[in-house]
């Protein structure tokens, strides 16, 4: 079973969480943690390795989703990611977004965080298209 955080700048990775929760129903192993300009790079590290420690009990591994890459929420994660006494194992994915939020229902089930990362990446990369008119008249063809 994969756990997943969902770290940001602000208030997004609760946002994402509320949103995910309106559109699909509750996602249970999903916790959110956000750095807040209060709060700051020290409290943030505190209040990652809390949430961590939830996301890991009874977990095979713990997907973390931030909102960008080499941010404060990326470095930190990354820290844990990296670190060999870290377990279970962690991945780290940049660019979280509510398809991928949504998508991590998909993953849940597996054992294997690096594979999960890269099946909730494949998942999630379709969902991200530029919007281009369609046409106007309907064709009589079936």
Same mark, same amino acid.
């Given at each position: 079973?994969?756990?997943?955080? $969902? &770290? =940001? *700048?602000?208030?997004?990775?609760? %946002? ?8 699909? +129903? ?49 470095? $930190? &994660? =990354? *820290?844990?990611?990296?670190?060999? %006494? ?8 940049? +660019? ?47």
């Amino acid at each position: 079973m994969i756990n997943v955080i $969902v &770290a =940001s *700048h602000g208030p997004l990775a609760s %946002a994402l969480l509320e949103s995910a929760t309106l559109v699909y +129903g509750e996602l249970p192993f999903v916790f959110p943690v956000t750095l807040s300009e209060t709060a700051g790079i020290d409290g943030f590290r505190n209040d990652f390795a809390s949430t961590l420690a939830k996301a890991q009990r009874n977990a095979d591994g713990v997907l973390v989703l931030c909102d960008m890459q080499s941010g404060t929420p990326w470095n $930190v &994660a =990354s *820290h844990h990611a990296f670190s060999p %006494a870290t377990m279970p194992p962690m991945a780290v994915l940049a +660019g979280v977004n509510l398809p991928m939020l949504l998508q991590t229902d998909d993953i849940h089930a597996l054992t294997d965080v690096h594979a999960a990362a890269a099946q909730l990446l494949a998942l999630t990369q379709p969902t991200l298209v530029i919007a281009a008119p369609v046409s106007l008249t309907q064709s009589d063809d079936f």
